[in-house]
Nanobody
Framework: QVQLVESGGGLVQAGGSLRLSCAVS????????IGWFRQAPGKEREFVAS????????NYGDSVKGRFAISRDVAENTVSVQMNSLEPTDTAIYFC??????????????WGQGTQVTVSS
C-alpha cells in the first residue's frame, strides 16, 4: 500500500523559506516519480517539481524555477522541496504524489493529504 505523508507546511513572511518533506512508502515500482503539486483556492492543481526514484532526474514548474529545490533522501525514504524567496502567490495546499510522472496530475496515481503553505505579504 502506497503511503505519502507530507509535513513542513506553515505560515511564513514573503521572502522567507520553508522546507516540505514527503515520507514515501510502499511504492510498487522503481520507475515511479515523486512529484509535488500545489492548489490554491479556486485554481487548478499546479505542478511544482518532480524527482525520479533514483534522484538523478528532476523537473520544475516555471513559476518556481530558481527558487525551489527538490531532493531525495534514499536512506530516509523522503522527498523534500526547499522553498526559498517565497511570495504570497506561493500560498496553496501542497501535495506529494507518486506515479509514472510528468507535469500533469493525471500522471500520478497516489497522493498525500496535503500540507498548507501560507505566505504573508
Amino acid at each position: 500500500q502506497v503511503q505519502l505523508v507530507e509535513s513542513g507546511g506553515g505560515l511564513v513572511q514573503a521572502g522567507g523559506s520553508l522546507r516540505l518533506s514527503c515520507a514515501v512508502s510502499g511504492l510498487p515500482s522503481r520507475t515511479y516519480v515523486i512529484g509535488w503539486f500545489r492548489q490554491a483556492p479556486g485554481k487548478e492543481r499546479e505542478f511544482v517539481a518532480s524527482i525520479s526514484y533514483n534522484g538523478r532526474f528532476f523537473n520544475y514548474g516555471d513559476s518556481v524555477k530558481g527558487r525551489f529545490a527538490i531532493s531525495r533522501d534514499v536512506a530516509e525514504n523522503t522527498v523534500s522541496v526547499q522553498m526559498n524567496s517565497l511570495e504570497p502567490t506561493d500560498t496553496a495546499i501542497y501535495f506529494c504524489a507518486a506515479g509514472p510522472g510528468g507535469t500533469r496530475p493525471t500522471g500520478y496515481k497516489h497522493w498525500g493529504q496535503g500540507t498548507q503553505v501560507t505566505v504573508s505579504s
